[in-house]
């Protein structure tokens, strides 16, 4: 084995610390849409625009109306650990935001050429910086809100770039981030670009749209809603009906606290309640949020935050599957009836 010489203990570069952070993180094009789309909702926005270039590779472009950054804090908002979101383990222990880690625009900024515009309510003008933060913030025009503009993904990390799939499959991942969002938020307007083109465009409070477009017209025309609470939780949302169940999990959307994730605990609970209508080779569709206690539940485990863990997992299981069970029962006595 060809022996390297040994090298003394150095503390790592900034830029390759942040680029192996987005090695976690910024795993491909999709990853940024969702990291800008959580900031865009952090900051209040009400209308958001994507703008994809060839599966988001080329560029990804994310316009809101937000809050907006004010001049002296754009170079922090580009810096590694600094967030407006937390400020104590307090803070962690009961996130209320989308975002915490300050991590994903340096992470960005360190794989991609970002330039960050933008301009708060009572600013004269829109700002803008690019690069990492040593960038200069200059005058630019924009209305109040904020645009990232990511372009050219991994061209200093060809390693990186060499994982990456067709536009096609990268586009369909970015489309889907931006499809979870939306479903989660029919009080934000999204509309989406791909090449140039507009793909999808929802209005505020078009839920049904929405859903029709994201889960199918079945689910859309035959969905029960679902809205219990006990205690510090609350579940709301729809189910499909068995009719509208799929051959595979993709119509499967679970958020916690406003967070699209991927949890066995929740899916197993869903499923258990489908258990006597639905055969055992289908999958439920579903939109479902279930609201609960920040301090209830752990965000912090993974760097995408797509995982959870509940304080008291059991009373979740039992809660969820209690309720899709009860909407579920109230069709079969009325709907369909057991009557001959
Ligand atoms: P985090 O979201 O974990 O705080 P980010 O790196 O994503 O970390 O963003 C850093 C900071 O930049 C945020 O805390 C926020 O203050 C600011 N920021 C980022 N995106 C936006 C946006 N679209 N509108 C307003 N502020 C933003
Ligand atoms: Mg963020």
Same mark, same amino acid.
């Given at each position: 084995?060809?022996?390297?010489?040994?090298?003394?203990?150095?503390?790592?570069?900034?830029?390759?610390?942040?680029?192996?952070?987005?090695?976690?993180? =910024?795993?491909?094009?999709?990853?940024? &849409? #969702?990291?800008?789309?959580?900031?865009?909702?952090?900051? !209040?926005?009400?209308?958001?625009? *994507?703008?994809?270039?060839?599966?988001? *590779?080329?560029?990804?472009?994310?316009?809101?109306?937000?809050?907006? @950054?004010?001049?002296?804090?754009?170079?922090?908002?580009?810096?590694?650990?600094? /967030?407006?979101?937390?400020?104590?383990?307090?803070?962690?222990?009961? %996130?209320? /935001?989308?975002?915490?880690?300050?991590?994903?625009?340096?992470?960005?900024?360190?794989?991609?050429?970002?330039?960050?515009?933008?301009?708060?309510?009572?600013?004269?003008?829109?700002?803008?910086?690019?690069?990492?933060?040593?960038?200069?913030?200059?005058?630019?025009?924009?209305?109040?809100?904020?645009?990232?503009?990511?372009?050219?993904?991994?061209?200093?990390?060809?390693?990186?770039? #060499?994982?990456?799939?067709?536009?096609?499959?990268?586009?369909?991942?970015?489309?889907?981030?931006?499809?979870? @969002?939306?479903?989660?938020?029919?009080?934000?307007?999204?509309?989406? /670009? $791909?090449?140039?083109?507009?793909?999808?465009?929802?209005?505020? !409070?078009?839920?049904?749209?929405?859903?029709?477009?994201?889960?199918?017209?079945?689910?859309?025309?035959?969905?029960?809603?679902?809205?219990?609470?006990?205690?510090?939780?609350? =579940?709301?949302?729809?189910?499909?009906?068995p009719?509208?169940?799929?051959?595979?999990?993709?119509?499967?959307?679970?958020? %916690?606290?406003?967070?699209?994730?991927?949890?066995?605990?929740?899916? $197993?609970?869903?499923r258990a309640a489908y258990q006597d209508v639905l055969h055992g080779?289908?999958?439920p569709?579903?939109?479902?949020?279930?609201?609960?206690?920040?301090?209830? *539940?752990?965000?912090? &485990? $993974?760097?995408? #935050? =797509?995982? &959870?863990?509940?304080?008291?997992?059991?009373?979740?299981?039992?809660? *969820?599957?209690?309720?899709v069970s009860?909407?579920l029962a109230?069709?079969s006595?009325?709907?369909?009836?057991n009557?001959?």
């Open positions: 084995r060809p022996t390297r010489p040994i090298r003394p203990i150095q503390a790592l570069p900034d830029q390759l610390i942040s680029q192996i952070a987005a090695g976690e993180v =910024i795993e491909r094009p999709s990853a940024v &849409v #969702k990291e800008l789309l959580e900031n865009a909702l952090d900051a !209040g926005a009400t209308q958001i625009t *994507v703008r994809l270039e060839q599966g988001g *590779v080329k560029r990804i472009a994310i316009t809101d109306n937000g809050r907006g @950054i004010p001049p002296e804090q754009m170079p922090l908002a580009l810096a590694r650990h600094a /967030t407006s979101k937390i400020a104590s383990l307090t803070d962690l222990e009961n %996130v209320g /935001t989308l975002g915490f880690r300050g991590e994903a625009l340096a992470s960005i900024a360190s794989v991609a050429q970002l330039t960050l515009t933008t301009r708060t309510a009572d600013a004269a003008h829109a700002w803008e910086i690019t690069g990492s933060q040593e960038g200069n913030v200059v005058p630019a025009s924009g209305s109040p809100g904020t645009t990232i503009d990511v372009q050219d993904l991994y061209f200093n990390t060809p390693a990186r770039r #060499k994982f990456l799939k067709s536009e096609q499959t990268e586009y369909g991942h970015c489309a889907e981030v931006v499809r979870r @969002i939306a479903l989660a938020r029919p009080d934000v307007t999204f509309s989406l /670009t $791909h090449n140039g083109k507009t793909v999808d465009h929802w209005n505020i !409070g078009e839920f049904a749209k929405r859903s029709a477009h994201i889960l199918g017209d079945e689910f859309a025309n035959a969905r029960l809603p679902v809205d219990e609470s006990a205690g510090p939780l609350r =579940i709301h949302g729809f189910i499909g009906l009719t509208a169940s799929k051959a595979r999990a993709d119509g499967q959307y679970f958020y %916690v606290n406003g967070r699209f994730v991927r949890d066995k605990l929740l899916v $197993h609970a869903v080779d289908r999958y569709s579903y939109a479902l949020a279930l609201d609960l206690d920040p301090a209830l *539940v752990d965000v912090n &485990v $993974h760097p995408s #935050k =797509i995982e &959870v863990r509940f304080r008291d997992s059991r009373s979740v299981h039992q809660f *969820v599957f209690h309720a009860r909407a109230a069709t006595a009325t709907s369909f009836g009557a001959p």
